[in-house]
């Protein structure tokens, strides 16, 4: 069963923008925060952005500024929409869904979004 399903990936130039969405199911119980996660071949994953149900917002310095994320908490939905792309941009983006309020909170993990940026 797929819980955390994301879209909006694709191929785009430099210094165009996509904008990623992703929704987690109704059957997770108790979200505290969604997020973006990216990872490039041979990297490690990094969080791009998150957003808590409060609205606290966290961001990788590399994409402040041209990178905003927010949600929708009644509908569990979580968007990126990301301007002035460059080729480091490129990877794998992942929508991540945190359960719990903890640190047994549990993570749920989409099956990542292709994002590349090239001429």
């Known amino acids: 069963q797929v819980q955390v399903v994301e879209s909006g990936g694709g191929l785009v130039q430099p210094g165009g923008s996509l904008r990623l969405s992703c929704t987690a199911s109704?059957?997770?119980?108790?979200?505290?925060?969604m997020g973006w996660y990216r990872q490039a071949p041979g990297k490690q994953r990094d969080l791009v952005a998150s957003?808590?149900?409060?609205?606290?917002?966290n961001y990788l310095d590399s994409v402040k500024g041209r990178f905003t994320i927010s949600r929708d908490n009644a509908k569990n939905t979580v968007y990126l929409q990301m301007n002035s792309l460059t080729p480091e941009d490129t990877a794998v983006y992942y929508c991540?869904?945190?359960?719990?309020?903890?640190?047994?909170?549990?993570?749920?993990w989409g099956q990542g979004t292709q994002v590349t940026v090239s001429s």
């Open positions: 109704k059957s997770i119980f108790s979200i505290s925060a």
């Open positions: 991540n869904a945190r359960s719990g309020y903890s640190d047994l909170a549990f993570n749920y």
């Open positions: 957003i808590s149900v409060g609205g606290s917002l």
